[in-house]
């Protein structure tokens, strides 16, 4: 508080007196009864100005702009899915509660919603079996990545990092069926060659994906990122932009409600996963935009079939 100021006082009173106006305060000749909108004994005993306070959930530290899941909801959270992939079985409830708690911690760290559909698809089974089933390989690896998830919520979020804000570095990357590439605008430009015998294994699309994330791998592996730093990564593939939060990955061709290729789609989520722990591990925001292909710096050249700057 300032020096001879009452500024903590009027803070104090603030909503109660915000609560009064919205209520519209009661006319004296008024002649229906009404208990004030305001519970006083609640508010004298949870609304003091104080830096740290539990808002819906969530531990909210006002000094260090910091949002942290509490660590009563960490170890028990953690432990369910552990519980999972120790028994690698589940029932619909378990799975069920799991996921609830799971959106929760979404709230403020939104790549939680990319990896909850295998466990979806496991309730929905689970539901009408009514009985434990077992718990495939590629869940219980979400299951463990998750955990990762509700330890970065408990060790806290910036709330800077909750809102729109300038990216702290923006990164373009491009492929072709030979090669693939991308730079920073730091300066940092890397290229790729594609081996001959392993060419035209992989679509270009999941080439343009792999690119995206390679582009700011090199940045984590050279230091040059901080945690808390906002990242942009762009792509001129609408669909490798879509995968980096798309939630409807399914590597079991029973599952599948299309054709698709499980090799392919099994690296694809490998790939995910793999970025979404860097994230996660170097405290990384991190978000995607599509551009124009006509704007890259790369262009393909046909006739040396590779990746050139003009």
């Known amino acids: 508080d300032l020096p001879g100021s009452d500024n903590v006082r009027r803070l104090e009173r603030a909503c109660l007196l915000i609560l009064h106006a919205l209520a519209r305060p009661k006319h004296p000749n008024e002649p229906i009864p009404r208990h004030p909108m305001a519970s006083e004994d ?14 819906l959930g969530w531990l909210c530290d006002y000094r260090r702009l910091m949002v942290s899941l509490p660590f009563n909801k960490f170890v028990a959270w953690t432990n369910e899915l552990q519980a999972i992939i120790d028994s690698k079985k589940a029932e619909a409830k378990q799975l069920e509660q799991n996921i609830g708690r799971l959106i929760h911690v979404a709230q403020i760290l939104p790549e939680v919603h990319h990896f909850l559909n295998r466990l979806r698809c496991l ?18 690896a979400d299951c463990r990545l998750l955990q990762l998830y509700i330890q ?8 800077n990092s909750l809102v729109p804000q300038k990216p702290s570095i923006v990164y373009r990357s491009d492929s072709c069926p030979h090669g693939l590439g991308g730079y920073s605008s730091n300066g940092r430009a ?3 060659y594609v081996p001959e015998e392993l060419l035209y294994r992989a679509t270009n699309n999941l080439l343009e994906h792999i690119a995206s994330i390679i582009t ?13 730093d906002c990242i942009l990564s762009m792509t001129d593939s609408s669909t490798s932009e879509g995968w980096h939060k798309k939630t409807n990955f399914k590597t079991d061709p029973v599952e599948a409600d299309c054709e698709f290729d499980p090799e392919e789609a099994e690296v694809r989520t490998e790939i995910c ?8 591990k170097n405290k990384l925001v991190h978000h995607v935009q599509w551009f124009a292909g006509i704007e890259s710096y790369f262009k393909y050249d046909s006739n040396t079939k590779a990746l050139v700057v003009p």
């Open 190 to 192: 890397w290229r790729w």
């Open 216 to 228: 700011v791998w090199i940045d984590v592996i050279e230091g040059t990122l901080q945690p808390e």
């Open 152 to 159: 970065r919520a408990h060790e806290g979020i910036s709330m």
């Open 42 to 55: 609640k508010f004298k005993a949870e609304a003091g100005a104080t830096e740290i306070k539990m808002v």
């Open 273 to 280: 996963r793999q970025f979404a722990e860097l994230c996660v």
């Open 123 to 140: 309730f929905e089974r689970a539901k009408k079996r009514g009985k434990p089933i077992p718990v495939k390989d590629d869940c219980l």
